[in-house]
């Protein structure tokens, strides 16, 4: 088992009601259902950066699918189902041998 390390935070009620619901109906633990959505968050916002910096030239498409934390094929499907444009020269080519 993965050690865990306590967290705090203050959530507003609505919130916490909407996580309570998917707990009952999941029959899951509070906690639990919070790690699986800090999981998710976490995984679309670094997939979000990782396709900001793509397209904005400031990263490879190997050097993206890293900060995103995929393959490069999974990268390149999250790519084609965005619909962002693959660009991949020479440039890239160097930065990802490098």
């Known amino acids: 088992m993965e050690y865990m390390r306590v ?9 916490l009601e909407r996580i309570d619901e998917i707990a009952k109906r999941e029959g899951k633990e509070r906690s639990e259902v919070i790690r699986e959505l800090l999981r998710i968050g976490l995984r679309d916002k670094l997939i979000e950066d990782a396709l900001k910096a793509y397209r904005e030239g400031k990263v490879s498409m190997w050097k993206a699918a890293k900060i995103a934390g995929l393959s490069l094929w999974e990268f390149v499907e999250i790519l084609k189902e965005k619909g962002v444009e693959i660009q991949y020269g020479l440039r890239e080519l160097e930065e990802d041998i490098s």
Do not use: A, H, N
Request: net charge negative.
């Open 7 to 15: 967290l705090t935070l203050r959530v507003p009620e609505d919130l």
